[in-house]
Every structure is written in C-alpha cells, then in structure tokens.
C-alpha cells in the first residue's frame, strides 16, 4: 500500500475532505498546509502574521514559508508512518523543494464540474478547532455550528467570499494546475473525477482506497 501521498485539485474539489477520510482509514497523517497556516495565524506566531495577508486576499504564500512549515512538519515522528500532503505543494517550486525532503510515492489528482465546487465553497464550514471540514447542504453536521468530531465552533473562512474565491481559481491556474503535467511527466499521477458533486465522500474515499492498492 503506497502512504506517502499528494491530493492535488483546485479549490473545492475535495481535496481536504477525502484526505481527513483516508488518513483515518490507513492510520497515516493528513497534513494540510492550509491548515498549518490557519493555525500559525490564530496563534499569531511571526509566520502567521507574514502569512495572514497573502490569505485574506487569495494569493499564495511565499514558497519559503511554506516550505519551511511543511518541512518541520514532516520532519515530525506521526509523519514517518506515512501522510497525505493536502494543499501542497502548490507551485511548481514547492513540488521541487519537497523532492528534496521526501519520496513520494502517488499523486492524485482530484476533479469536479465547477458549479458544483463553486456551489461547495460558498457553503462550506471548518471547525476552528480540529479544520474538519462541513458543507450546509451534503455534509451537515448534526447540531448546527457544532463539530461532529471535537465540539468545535464551525466557521466560514474569511477566504470563501465570490471573490477572494474568484482570484484562488485565478491563482490555482496560473501557479498550481502546471503541477499535474508536473507528475504525470513523474510516472506519479492519477486522476479522479467526481462527476456529480453531490455523492457522499465515501464513494470517493473508495475510489482512492483501490487506487493505493494497485
Ligand atoms: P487551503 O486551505 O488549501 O484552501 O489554503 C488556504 C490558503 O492558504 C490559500 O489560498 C493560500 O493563501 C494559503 N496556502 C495554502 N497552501 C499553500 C501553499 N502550498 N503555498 C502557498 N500558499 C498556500
């Protein structure tokens, strides 16, 4: 079973919400740089406050904080059992800094039509604690505002306005979709395609389960 994993994919098409999923199944760490910065923010540490502002505004952060983050991180004892890196790397930059860290093993790329992830993104919620992620209409939580997993607060991100949303698909174009041609050159990649949108993760968690196997 292949556990060292990239989920590449734009905005909204699952990326986070399938690799909380798998993490759990295999017993291997889902690390989202997204989440890595959000907590830098929220603890105000120096990182976080350089990084805060690219965030609001949809754009990416420097590849050297990142890459310094994600290094630490990796370099930490859960990652060793295997993980799934969500939301990195996002540039091709990163995807060379992190050869230079780690082998990984598979790359997925993740797709969906685009009402449906414009749709997702506009109803999204994430728990301020634990960054489990919800979506009002598919994916409820069973007490309004409240996380199924920790009891956390739900939360809309500050960066899920039309259009902060609008400049990250600009940005995922322009700096991250290069990527998959990246790893497919790489022998690495796969690709899912979620075709409707509004089937429950699990059939798409199924799908990558098999994929690992292989
Ligand atoms: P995400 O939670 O993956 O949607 O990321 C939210 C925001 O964090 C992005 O819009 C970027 O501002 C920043 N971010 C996350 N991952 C990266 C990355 N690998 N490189 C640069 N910025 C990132």
Redesign the pocket.
């Known amino acids: 079973m292949k556990t060292r994993l990239v989920f590449l994919g734009p905005?909204g098409a699952g990326?986070?919400t399938y690799a909380s999923r798998v993490s759990i199944k295999l017993g291997i760490t889902h690390i989202?740089?997204?989440?890595l910065?959000?907590n830098a923010v929220k603890h105000g540490t120096a990182l976080g406050l350089k990084?805060k502002a690219?965030?609001d505004e949809?754009?990416?952060?420097p590849?050297e904080i990142?890459v310094s983050l994600m290094k630490e991180r990796l370099a930490q004892p859960d990652a060793a059992k295997g993980f799934i890196l969500?939301?990195?790397?996002?540039?091709l930059g990163?995807a060379e800094a992190l050869g230079g860290i780690v082998g990984i093993e598979l790359v997925i790329n993740f797709t969906a039509p685009e009402d449906i992830i414009v749709k997702r993104l506009g109803t999204r919620e994430t728990c301020r604690k634990c960054g489990w992620i919800y979506n009002t209409i598919t994916l409820k939580p069973k007490v309004p505002g409240v996380c199924d997993k920790c009891g956390g607060e739900l939360y809309q991100r500050e960066?899920e306005k039309p259009e902060v949303v609008r400049e990250?698909f600009r940005?995922y174009n322009e700096k991250s979709k290069p990527l998959i041609d990246y790893y497919r050159d790489k022998g690495l990649l796969i690709e899912l395609a979620s075709e409707k949108g509004d089937e429950p993760p699990e059939a798409m968690v199924e799908k990558v389960l098999q994929a690992l196997k292989a």
């Open positions: 905005p990326k986070g989202s740089a997204g989440q910065l959000r990084a690219y965030m949809g754009e990416l952060v590849n990142v969500d939301g990195f790397p996002r540039t990163q960066d990250r940005v």
